[in-house]
């Protein structure tokens, strides 16, 4: 079965530093990969996705994603945390059903948060 | 564009009523879901559906009842409310079961 697993519940970084959430992956076929961000009280918004082309995957507000299939991860970077950057961050594996249907699974997140 | 969205937004009510949540989006997507948020423990999937007349049970289902009468639209119903379904519930959809979900803003049911 496929699932994901978001290694730290929370990541605090300065304003101005690197940012890295980190994600592993288990599927038994090559999967989807997604993250999304919540910001507080807000729903959920795509940050980017893998869907087997380039393995860096460069996604909005200068987040970016590299897919490593012999590592198993889909780690989160962004080379300088804003403070807007503080809120909640999902990854996300797309997971095939007894039905043969797909589905989107979810870590479960990891806070981000951003001090001046 | 609107996208998702949900009706109602927030809504307060005694164990034992009935609630429907409304989800309908304007994508055209084949795909909906219905996922419940609780602290530390991520987005779970309640039901969803793969097209128009079509439900299927996901990870939490207990205490739930869904419809797909028209594509755009998704139900989800409390039939009996316990305090143990107050949370977060979020609504997607998506043109496929691997491609980009889209979410509404939540909906935060409080049952006392």
């Known amino acids: 079965a496929q699932s994901v697993t978001q290694l730290d519940s929370h990541v605090s970084v300065s304003e101005g530093t690197p940012v890295l959430l980190r994600c592993n992956y288990s599927?038994?076929?090559?999967?989807?990969l997604f993250w999304y961000v919540q910001h507080p009280n807000k729903g959920l918004q795509l940050l980017l996705k893998?869907?087997?082309?380039?393995?860096l995957v460069k996604g909005i507000n200068g987040f970016e994603a590299e897919f490593k299939k012999s590592e198993t991860s889909f780690h989160l970077t962004k080379p300088s945390a804003h403070m807007s950057d503080a809120a909640e961050y999902f990854c996300?594996?797309?997971?095939?059903?007894?039905?043969?249907?797909?589905?989107?699974?979810f870590g479960t997140g990891t806070r981000l948060l951003v001090s001046p | 564009n609107a996208g998702v969205t949900q009706t109602p937004k927030f809504r307060v009510l005694k164990t034992g009523q009935s609630m429907t949540l409304l989800c309908a989006q304007d994508?055209?997507?084949?795909?909906m879901y219905w996922y419940r948020q609780d602290p530390g423990m991520g987005l779970r999937l309640i039901h969803y559906?793969?097209?128009?007349?079509?439900?299927a049970k996901g990870e939490v289902p207990d205490g739930y009842n869904v419809s797909r009468l028209k594509k755009q639209n998704f139900l989800l119903g409390l039939e009996s409310a316990a305090p143990s379904q107050t949370s977060v519930y979020f609504c997607?959809?998506?043109?496929?079961?691997?491609?980009?979900?889209?979410f509404g803003q939540g909906t935060s049911p409080t049952v006392v």
């Open positions: 997607a959809s998506s043109r496929t079961g691997n491609t980009e979900a889209f």
């Open positions: 599927s038994s076929y090559s999967p989807s």
């Open positions: 893998y869907t087997s082309a380039a393995t």
């Open positions: 996300v594996v797309s997971a095939s059903l007894n039905t043969g249907f797909q589905k989107l699974v």
């Open positions: 994508m055209n997507h084949e795909y």
């Open positions: 559906s793969v097209g128009e007349g079509t439900t």
